[in-house]
């Protein structure tokens, strides 16, 4: 084997064991955090947005399809309160019929040029309409118009294809508020463990748990640390 794996573009590119970062920030102490995941969550969420993160609310969501296979993808946070986090999706996409099966998810939030990620796991239940439509509203009319056109996660013909149906659309609302699809809302993770890890250097990273079991939304929530 080569020192060297060839890249897409042609060229060498680093072999991918002597690809890793020396991670060198403070440590993370149980006495340095809130009593609440929620709380320090909002902390590091800002945090991130101050230093000038790409897409900090961004997430990968993982859920587990009917045949028990894994699948995860990229969503965006759009809400969070103290019961949970929310993002929106077409109720008729491969994680939404993953759901409708197994009402569990787990989300990463990757905030490597901090040296830190969220990972939160829980039940998963749907928005009410009221507060999807409160959220629709609020989103760009090229948005609510590309929702409308696209079957997410299902298969079709071309591009093109795509295209002519949102040109469809637009000329089918002109003048008019695009209205909110029934096939499309939103999911809360209510969370029963948030972990908090940063990277510290020789690997021995920092990871707090916070974990309330399945006591519901009122139990009290204890913190753990993990190894490495």
């Not at 949970?84 to 989300?107: D, I, M, Q, W």
């Not at 809302?185 to 890890?197: Q, S």
Request: charge should be neutral; glycine fraction near 8%.
């Amino acid at each position: 084997m080569s020192d060297f794996e060839v890249s897409a573009a042609g060229g060498p590119a680093p072999r991918l064991a002597e690809m890793r970062v020396r991670y060198v920030p403070g440590p993370l102490l149980e006495r340095d955090v809130a009593s609440s995941p929620f709380e320090q969550f909002r902390t590091w969420l800002a945090e991130a947005v101050a230093v000038g993160l790409p897409e900090p609310n961004a997430m990968v969501v993982s859920t587990v399809d009917p045949d028990g296979r894994p699948s995860s993808r990229h969503v965006l946070l759009k809400e969070l309160d103290d019961v949970g986090f929310v993002f929106y999706t077409n109720l008729g996409s491969r994680k939404a019929r993953a759901l409708a099966v197994h009402p569990e998810a787990s989300l990463c939030f990757p905030w490597f040029p901090m040296s830190r990620q969220v990972v939160v796991g829980g039940r998963v239940e749907p928005v009410d309409r009221a507060t999807a439509g409160e959220y629709w509203a609020e989103r760009p009319r090229e948005s609510q118009l590309g929702a409308w056109a696209s079957e997410q996660s299902r298969p079709v013909a071309s591009r093109e294809a795509l295209r002519e149906r949102l040109t469809a659309l637009e000329q089918r609302f002109v003048g008019s508020p695009v209205p909110l699809p029934d096939f499309w809302g939103g999911f809360r993770v209510v969370p029963d463990t948030v972990e908090l890890w940063q990277g510290q250097p020789g690997r021995m990273h920092d990871r707090l748990r916070y974990d309330r079991g399945r006591g519901g939304v009122d139990a009290r929530w204890t913190l753990t640390r993990l190894q490495p």
